[in-house]
């Protein structure tokens, strides 16, 4: 069945620091891809997203490639913040489908 | 225009009570989603409804639980009896439908049970 996985976490980086965090996927067809993030109790916010091959999502810094050939998706930024601490997500989704498939989420921690 | 709205925001019951959760998704989307996330876990599909439908319930558990989406008003996610094992937060996202559109979320509904 289709679903994503995510690098194990927790991830604790010094501010400005290069984060990668490493997110494949499983599915039949032509998935979209996401990333969402969440601060500490609050619901997700999508970050950035990607709905075909080679396409680059980028927001606030933060940006993924879907690469169909390696079936990933995995969320880079150059230089994180202090701000930037909170868990993400990687998800996917279906023409046709009923859900979004999470990952088990990514916790980052950034240090001063 | 409003974001998706939940409530309560904190939910207490105890064991063997009814727990009702509700969400308003944003103005214009007609398609709602119930995550469950467990303390350290991921978010776990629950149901995905429609209008006056329920699309997909594959996810949620065979007993005690119960979603729907009246054709007016909000969407209700409804736990009855519950048991400390429900204790968790719960997540409406709203949308607007297919798979290139993202999913807007709620911020959630923690619900302990004592």
New interface residues.
Partial sequence: GDSVTQMEGPVTLSEEAFLTINCTYTATG???L?W?VQYPG?????LL?A?KADDKGSNKGFEATYRKETTSFHLEKGSVQVSDSAVY?CAL?????????????TSLTVIP | NAG?M?NPRHLVRRRGQEARLRCSPMKGHSHV?W?RQLPE???K?MV?LQKENI??ES?MPKERFSAEFPKEGPSILRIQQVVRGDSAAY?C?SGIG???S???????TRLTVV
């Fill in positions: 032509y998935p979209s996401f969402y609050e619901g997700l916010q999508l997203k709905t997500f989704s279906k023409a046709g489908g009923n859900q979004f498939y999470f990952g088990t989420g | 998706v939940q989603y995550y876990e991921g978010l599909f995905y699309i997909d996810g997540f996202a297919g798979a290139f993202e999913a807007f979320f709620g911020q959630g």
